[in-house]
């Protein structure tokens, strides 16, 4: 037992230190960063997902790239709660107001168990990726990260216009199992290194992004705590592009 807890502390300290070195220095970062993408539209179902899943993506494309935001459901909250928040939490991320885009559609309703109707989603990221100029979207992958319905639903109304739209680059965030998931910085090194499209949080960036969760008040909540504090996605996004017709997708074990 002893030499099992030597051995995770030794693990524990390798990957923390790679931590450290890779997320200080930006020219190992911007190797695996999206090139040549200008004008960018992240693509979520709710208020907070953009930090909770999307958080080191957005702070590493708002240093090189005009990033807009596209938020499908207010959420269940009465009123302009989530609205809110969800704008104090873009600033505190370095999206202006003006990038912002938050849906308030009847058949869009934040329920996990219900997958949104590919073709008025895709309508509507349609409209605004033609308004705004968009040349690459980036959105949920096919497990939504956490299996929620209207997470997938992005991924297949992308998906949908991918066949299409072979002018635009459609990236998605990769779904990890539970335990890397849960993982940390245990993760980082494996995930930095084996995958082409990687946006890496500093420990400034990190807590950034803690406060911009703790702008939506409403949703902060002990569990969601915990997640900021223990998941992976608050340190690394790793991103695939997502495949046209006549390839598979893959996704990262």
């Known amino acids: ?37 200008k004008r960018v539209l992240i693509i979520t179902s709710h208020p907070d997902d953009e930090v909770m899943f999307f958080g080191p993506t957005i702070l590493g494309l708002v240093r090189r790239c005009e990033v807009f935001l596209l938020c499908m459901s207010p959420g269940r909250e009465p009123g302009h709660t989530r609205k809110q928040e969800l704008f104090n939490s873009c600033r505190l991320l370095g999206i202006p107001d003006s990038n912002v885009i938050l849906m308030r559609h009847t058949k869009l309703k934040d329920d996990p168990t219900v997958r949104w109707r590919e073709e008025l989603v895709s309508d509507i990221i349609l409209r605004q990726v033609a308004s705004l100029s968009i040349d690459t979207c980036v959105t949920f992958d096919r497990h939504g990260v956490s299996g929620h319905r209207n997470h997938i639903s992005l991924y297949y109304a992308l998906a949908c216009l991918a066949m299409e739209d072979r002018e635009r680059s459609v990236f998605c965030l ?26 890496l949080a500093g420990l400034a960036q990190w807590f950034q992004l803690q406060r911009a969760m703790m702008a939506h008040w409403s949703q902060y909540t002990w569990f969601r705590r915990l997640y900021m504090l223990f998941s992976r996605y608050t340190l690394i996004n790793t991103l695939e592009p997502m495949s046209r017709p006549g390839g598979q997708d893959k996704k990262e074990s």
């Open 1 to 37: 037992m002893e030499e099992l807890t030597v051995l995770l502390f030794a693990i524990f300290i390798a990957c923390l230190l790679f931590y450290l070195v890779f997320s200080g220095v930006q020219s190992y970062q911007s190797v695996k960063e999206l090139q040549g993408a």
């Open 174 to 199: 990769t779904s990890v199992n539970l335990l890397r998931k849960y993982s940390g910085v245990f993760d980082v090194p494996m995930s930095f290194l084996v995958c082409p499209t990687v946006y």
